[in-house]
């Protein structure tokens, strides 16, 4: 599982693009921003919280159809599936990586992002603790729509329209306690909320995932 | 004689078919009753005056539309543990049904809401989750069309009705929270079926009963005509063959 882990690390860094495009995705998105909605630091608080979570979730989303399909592509997808490895343990190293290389530098980048939209300083701590929590589940989910669409020539967009709709709980309670984060209220219902959401996704859909991955592989 | 026997397509296909006139019949005949006494038979609301009446077909469209998938997922559970396979071409045949229920129940509300709230659209912790049942109608749809092989196909599309039905269920009571979070809310969402007077529920209770008829005649001649299109399909790759 390690040497899978590193392997998928390696590739990431070496290939290129893993680190770089979702991260640069992300930047884009909160620079575009300001211009679209106007630059009053007022409105731009307020708005912070949710413009970040979506950009967030967007560049994971991005980077999702590579997650499963540069393996499918050479085959080594297959070698993995007889690898005595169970493929539970696969997909959620795929996912583990796929976090690691996604999901850990949007989170370090988001603090930095929230200064060019005028966070409130009550809410990076919380911007970071939301995000720190749920894009584990925001990528768990993702393999699993990553592994439905790997065998199709184009499945770009049709990933999209299947990993949206799962993303919305993840993404109401993690905005929430962004949200309430920069407004100072409490946040522990919300947070415990995602917290929940995380560690259920994360135990139960490497499953449902490795299940697709079998079929496709038939 | 058991439930089983109909997982043999033929078996299906003739009952069905012996079925079936009854059934437009039953279904026609009740939304006519239903909607001719609600629209014409029925006194005005005293605060909302005539466009109450939406309510004949907004109410069972929106019933339809959670109930179709919960019938695709019956019948994915079905697919997925006995490997029948009408079950997996009735969930198939059920989704557009249920989405043009949904996009009824979606319209229809908000025709009323422009009158009555003001606004074609609120966030309300109903709406929205009907907006997302629709999204997630979509995704099944779209996924049944891009694959060309019919067993993979039923089976990715059982796992996500499944997997798709827990965050269907989690993202209504999201919903619930992220918008009394938000607004108020509760000031929108007269719970309709709680306080209608029994003038207006009676031809409510036939309508939906039309409704429900209505689906399940849809959904059985649509199950019919995939079997068919699937014997179809299995003749013309036989003939290749022989030639």
């Given at each position: ?17 893993g680190?770089g ?17 106007g ?83 009550a809410g ?20 699993f ?5 790997v065998?199709?020539?184009r499945?770009?967009?049709?990933l ?20 309430r ?21 994360l135990a ?15 | ?8 397509p033929?078996k ?89 229920m ?64 827990v ?16 607004h ?24 939906m ?22 014997r ?8 290749r063959?022989?030639?």
């Open positions: 599982m390690i040497a899978l882990l590193s392997r998928d690390l390696q590739l990431a860094l070496r290939a290129g693009g680190f495009l979702g991260l640069a995705f992300f930047l884009i998105v909160a620079v575009l921003v300001p211009f679209a909605v630059p009053q630091s007022e409105l731009l608080g307020r708005i912070a919280p949710g413009v970040l979570w979506i950009g967030a979730l967007l560049a994971c989303l991005l980077s999702l159809d590579r997650l499963l399909a540069l393996d499918w592509e050479d085959g080594s997808l297959d070698l993995l599936a007889t690898a005595p490895l169970p493929l539970e343990a696969i997909v959620t190293m795929k996912s583990v990586a796929h976090w690691i290389t996604t999901g850990v530098p949007l989170i370090l980048a988001a603090p930095i992002l929230g200064v060019l939209l005028q966070l409130p300083a990076y701590l919380w911007l970071v603790v939301s995000l720190l929590l749920g894009t584990p589940a925001l990528s768990v989910i993702g393999t729509g990553a592994a439905l669409t065998g199709l020539k499945g770009g967009l049709l999209s329209l299947l990993v949206l709709p799962l993303y919305v709980p993840t993404l109401i309670f993690g905005a929430e306690v962004a949200r984060g920069a407004a100072g209220l409490a946040v522990e219902t919300p947070l415990l909320m995602l917290a929940g959401i995380s560690a259920a996704s139960c859909l490497p499953f449902a995932s490795a299940a697709v991955l079998r079929i496709n592989l038939r | 004689m058991s439930l089983w026997e109909y997982a043999n033929k299906f296909l003739t009952t069905s078919e012996r079925v079936l006139p009854v059934l437009w019949i039953a279904a026609a005949a009740s939304i006519v009753v239903g909607l001719i006494w609600g629209f014409f038979f029925t006194p005005d609301d005293y605060r909302q005056g005539s466009t109450v009446k939406i309510i004949f077909i907004h109410v069972p469209a929106a019933l339809m539309a959670i109930n179709a998938w919960f019938m695709m997922l019956v019948a994915s559970l079905i697919w997925i543990i006995r490997r029948h396979h009408v079950s997996a071409l009735a969930a198939k045949a059920a989704a557009p049904v249920g989405v043009v949904t996009l009824i129940a979606l319209i229809t509300g908000a025709l009323w809401g422009q009158p009555m709230w003001g606004t074609w659209w609120a966030w309300d912790p109903r709406l929205t989750s009907f907006l997302v049942l629709f999204l997630f109608y979509l995704g099944y749809i779209a996924l049944w069309e891009a694959i060309d092989d019919p067993d993979t196909a039923a089976d990715l599309t059982s796992i996500l009705c499944l997997v798709g039905s965050f269907a269920v989690l993202s209504r009571y999201a919903v619930l929270f992220w918008n009394q979070g938000l108020q809310g509760a000031s929108l969402s007269l719970d309709k079926e709680e306080n209608v007077a029994d003038v207006f529920s009676n031809p409510l209770y036939v309508c009963i039309g409704f429900a008829l209505l689906f399940l005649a849809l959904v059985l001649y649509r199950t019919g005509t995939e079997i068919r299109a699937r179809i399909k299995a003749l013309i790759a036989r003939e063959l022989e030639s």
